[in-house]
């Protein structure tokens, strides 16, 4: 049955970092609604003024406070909450609710951690009572030694060999974790570890096995279903955020897959999970022998990704089995009609990469290891590996058209094998480069030690491109629509401009078809609008929806978080699309960021999970006969498609596009500027190299260097001399 309590104290995640990003606002907004739904009155704490959980309407009171023991024991002893929920707030909230009950304050104002106990946290958080309770229950772990200072980690790694992983215990995103391959690097990391954490934990290494996960949904029934699984297209040694990972799984085989999904429900029943949590295994790739690395004993950025994958709203369900329900009392939201006690059925694959911005730091090391540095993600989807990593590639917004030739990916001669040894997150560009130069895919597996369907896979775009036979005809371009190329590629590939490879391709009807989300592989009707465009399949999967009164609006999202562009940008969408849906318009939303309550499907009419690209955006307008488009809420992204949406007939709603590019445009703003009388510095506007420098010698340093249409000051710089100078204006 239903708990009966009545009032719930939810903690959140605060600032944003990497590691704890938009995710934790979407898992925290779920939780709210399903809160809401039993009548509970919902406590927030939460000092992040961007996010939708602290806005207002969802819950009942905001407590815009650190989340930590200190603030949380203030509001417990003001608002005396019956229940806490620690799981949709990251590791602060985790951390914080294991602190509150080590001082005891829970017990103090007498109140219940709903879901998963604290006793069962420590044995996932705490690197020794973990190792402890697995090896008890027969599950292999990595050999490790739980260490409490620095001289017994050195021992330790002595022990039990070099190279080690190092783990601290209680961090978030990996923090402080790292490879140690001799005695002077372990002491670099066990600073840091220490610097985080009491305690430290000396793991044997088990770099270049597979790394797998699920996600696990459990009630206090002992009813327990794995909702997803993922494979990391990078082997253990990278951490799953760094990876770039698919969901569901592609190499494993059925016997590889359905042992370790026994392993994670023997698992997490013996945990004592309630609710949702996920499980990592290190695989071996030549056996079949495997370690736990470990358990969240939360909602994770994983879960974020497995829930947008799968279309299971992983946090809702979670906070209902944390009031008390079973799985099979709960209806599953894609179909209206079945349980939630069902495992998905994909008939299509999940694509997530991350999203780096190194380039805005010095000295920033460019290597990707067990430590998160990436600042957010995008997902694809879509009915083959290749399509989804090449629309992946494009989401990511950095200045690639896909896997392909001719782009500026930082390579020095030379060092191709370095790359593809010493794991960047230029590497699968790597990966690319090398199959154009003929590298054989066993050769490059050796160095990266990268499954070869992964590398196959990859090399059927590249192959594609350097030989794709005759380019022309129905038959090639369809081909080269189902590998993911974009119009842009194409048209690059044949010498033309992308708005006449859509005249070609229209004009032999070959054009994406719509699908639809539904968790069970078309077992059974899903009711959603959660869509997205492919080109692998004959026929859409929607019929014609009704317009509200007023017509269809289209919503453009912002994108994968970077610095600059975050969850304030969700918040602006989120926003524009319930005042458009008060007042009478269907709305569809279009964005690719899983970690954001934008791209939860009952927040609009439609949501299509695809490209925000000039291609992609025309389809869609013109598949769904919008009556407009908002772009001013989605951030820089959108903003940059206004001129070319507004040239191609879509009507944009809100300031005009030619006053948008008025703005964006440096020439433009500053010749407003003069014509207006407004002072400014002396400025420019120069294409060739040589002219710049003369202009710089002629105002004299330092001088700003400043593209348009940016964000965030991106490839902005002041350059002191003209060595400088020509460094920034190679990054802009």
Not at 196 to 202: A, D, E, G, P, R
Not at 416 to 445: C, D, N, Q
Not at 676 to 684: A, H, R, T
């Amino acid at each position: 049955m239903p708990s009966k309590h009545r009032k719930i104290l939810l903690l959140g995640s605060g600032a944003l970092k990497i590691g704890e990003a938009g995710e934790f606002d979407y898992s925290g907004s779920q939780a709210i609604k399903a809160l809401k739904e039993e009548k509970a009155e919902v406590i927030l704490i939460n000092p992040n003024i961007a996010t939708i959980q602290t806005s207002e309407g969802l819950a009942d009171k905001i407590y815009f406070l650190p989340v930590d023991a200190y603030f949380a024991e203030k509001v417990i002893e003001k608002e005396r909450p019956d229940g806490i929920l620690l799981a949709f707030g990251g590791q602060t909230a985790l951390n914080c609710g294991v602190e509150l009950n080590r001082r005891g304050v829970l017990k103090k104002y007498n109140v219940k951690v709903l879901g998963t106990a604290i006793e069962a946290i420590e044995k996932t958080e705490d690197r020794e009572l973990f190792k402890q309770f697995l090896t008890k229950i027969g599950l292999k772990i990595p050999k490790s030694i739980a260490c409490k200072n620095k001289e017994i980690a050195l021992v330790a790694a002595k022990k039990i060999k070099y190279p080690v992983i190092v783990r601290a215990a209680y961090s978030l995103g990996g923090l402080g974790s790292g490879i140690a391959y001799k005695k002077d690097e372990l002491e670099i990391l066990l600073d840091s570890a220490f610097s985080y954490s009491n305690q430290v934990l000396i793991e044997e290494c088990l770099k270049g096995w597979k790394e797998v996960e699920y996600e696990v949904v459990r009630d206090a029934y002992d009813n327990c279903v794995t909702v997803c699984n993922m494979e990391n297209f990078d082997p253990l040694g990278i951490h799953t955020g760094e990876s770039i990972v698919i969901a569901p799984s592609q190499t494993l085989t059925n016997y590889e897959y359905h042992m370790l999904r026994e392993l994670s429900i023997k698992a997490i029943r013996e945990i004592g999970i309630i609710g949702e949590c996920n499980i990592q295994f290190a695989l071996d790739p030549y056996s079949h022998d495997y370690r736990v690395i470990e358990v969240n004993a939360r909602l994770s950025r994983s879960s974020a990704l497995a829930s947008k994958a799968t279309g299971y709203p992983l946090a809702y369900i979670a906070a209902k089995l944390a009031f008390g329900y079973r799985l099979s009392d709960l209806k599953n939201s894609v179909t209206k009609n079945t349980s939630a006690f069902f495992e998905p059925a994909l008939d299509y694959v999940a694509l997530k990469i991350p999203r780096w911005d190194l380039d805005k730091f010095r000295m920033v090391s460019y290597e990707i290891s067990s430590q998160m540095k990436s600042v957010g993600e995008i997902m694809a989807l879509g009915r083959s590996f290749e399509e989804v990593v090449q629309k992946g590639l494009r989401m990511l917004q950095i200045g690639l058209h896909g896997l392909v030739a001719n782009q500026n990916i930082g390579i020095e001669p030379g060092k191709l094998t370095h790359e593809l040894t010493y794991p960047t997150p230029r590497r699968i560009l790597a990966i690319a480069e090398a199959l154009r130069r003929r590298w054989s895919s066993k050769k490059i597996a050796k160095l990266t030690n990268i499954d070869l369907w992964f590398i196959d896979k990859l090399k059927n775009i590249v192959d594609f491109e350097r030989d794709g036979g005759v380019k022309e005809g129905r038959g090639w371009m369809l081909r080269a629509k189902k590998l993911g190329f974009s119009d842009k590629q194409i048209g690059n590939l044949l010498g033309k401009h992308e708005v006449e490879i859509r005249a070609m391709r229209k004009k032999m009807n070959v054009a994406p078809v719509i699908k639809q989300i539904d968790t069970m592989a078309a077992e059974w009707p899903a009711k959603t609008n959660y869509l997205y465009l492919t080109y692998h399949g004959d026929g859409g999967d929607l019929g014609k929806s009704k317009k509200r009164g007023r017509g269809r609006i289209i919503v453009l999202g912002s994108g994968a978080y970077c610095i600059g562009s975050s969850v304030e940008f969700d918040w602006c969408c989120v926003n524009a699309l319930r005042a458009a849906k008060k007042r009478g318009y269907e709305t569809i939303m279009i964005n690719y960021n899983p970690e954001t309550v934008s791209t939860d499907y009952d927040i609009c009419d439609k949501l299509y999970f695809d490209e925000l690209s000039f291609e992609r955006v025309m389809d869609i307008y013109e598949a769904e006969k919008a009556d407009g488009i908002i772009i001013s809420t989605g951030g820089q992204i959108p903003n940059n498609l206004a001129l070319k949406l507004h040239k191609a007939g879509a009507k944009i709603l809100g300031t005009s596009p030619e006053s948008i590019d008025r703005a964006e445009d440096r020439n433009k703003f500053s010749a407003i500027l003069d014509k207006l009388g407004i002072d400014q510095p002396k400025w420019k506007k120069l294409a060739a190299v040589s002219e710049i420098a003369k202009f710089a010698n002629e105002v004299g340093y330092p001088v700003l260097v400043r593209p348009s249409y940016v964000l965030s000051g991106a490839a902005m710089s002041v350059a002191h001399n003209e060595n400088a100078l020509n460094a920034f204006l190679n990054k802009a």
